[in-house]
């Protein structure tokens, strides 16, 4: 006795169904995501939110292509990566440079020395620099924020590995202005002569608005005779 109303029910229900999957097949074609694996894949294969956003994405759906087994993997608040993306050696500096990226950050001391792999430091976090205007950035595990009065900028700038990083020269004057071992400095300038990466000039030049102490160990470094 209650067919009619069963079968109400059900078209009723199915109709919905049909007018969601249509929501969001509209929504996913409005969605570049060649775009946005294009992003990602400039970035070791992560992306952020706002970037997806950006790309069309809506959040819903965003989370909806994070869940198990999903094309996307969920790194951090905020934060994904492409799920069948190769692993690079560096991705744990990419992690930590994309959140702060709208606040100007770059990789730099000694974990832009790691990037262009000099010398033999091993940071135990990743250090950024951001404009002394953007200091108030909240904490971080693994991450060093340094704020600077003359942030990095034009030529100091370069890309390695889908990241904003100090040149050559920065990298080595501010790693031996924040503490690293003058030996360490000493061996990534001589590699990165070497390697065409810097020349002596622009060493010099770096180094001349900083404390005596670190011009004296470039200049130092630069006229020790390597073998």
Not at 30 to 53: C, K, M, N, P, W
Not at 87 to 97: G, T
Not at 110 to 130: F, G, N, R, T
Request: contains cysteine.
């Amino acid at each position: 006795m209650c067919e009619g109303s069963d079968v109400s029910v059900v078209a009723s229900l199915r109709e919905q169904c049909v007018r969601r999957l249509g929501g969001i097949l509209t929504l996913m074609s409005d969605v570049d995501h060649d775009g946005l694996y294009r992003v990602a894949e400039s970035q070791a294969g992560y992306f952020t939110a706002g970037q997806a956003v950006a790309a069309g994405m809506d959040r819903a759906t965003l989370r909806h292509h994070a869940r198990l087994g999903g094309r996307y993997e969920r790194a951090r608040r905020g934060l994904y990566r492409l799920r069948h993306f190769p692993s690079s050696r560096f991705e744990h500096v990419v992690v930590a440079w994309l959140p702060l990226r709208g606040a100007g950050a770059v990789v730099s001391h000694e974990s832009a020395l790691e990037l262009y792999d000099l010398a033999d430091v091993i940071p135990d976090a990743v250090h950024v620099s951001v404009p002394r205007a953007k200091r108030g950035q909240r904490a971080r595990n693994g991450v060093r924020i340094h704020s600077m009065e003359r942030p990095p900028a034009g030529a100091e700038v370069r890309s390695v590995a889908g990241v904003a990083v100090t040149s050559p020269e920065r990298a080595i004057v501010d790693a031996l202005e924040g503490g690293v071992q003058p030996e360490q400095v000493d061996l990534a300038i001589a590699q990165a002569i070497e390697r065409g990466l810097t020349t002596p000039r622009r060493l010099r030049a770096a180094s001349a608005g900083r404390s005596g102490r670190v011009r004296s160990l470039v200049n130092g470094a630069l006229d020790r005779p390597h073998s």
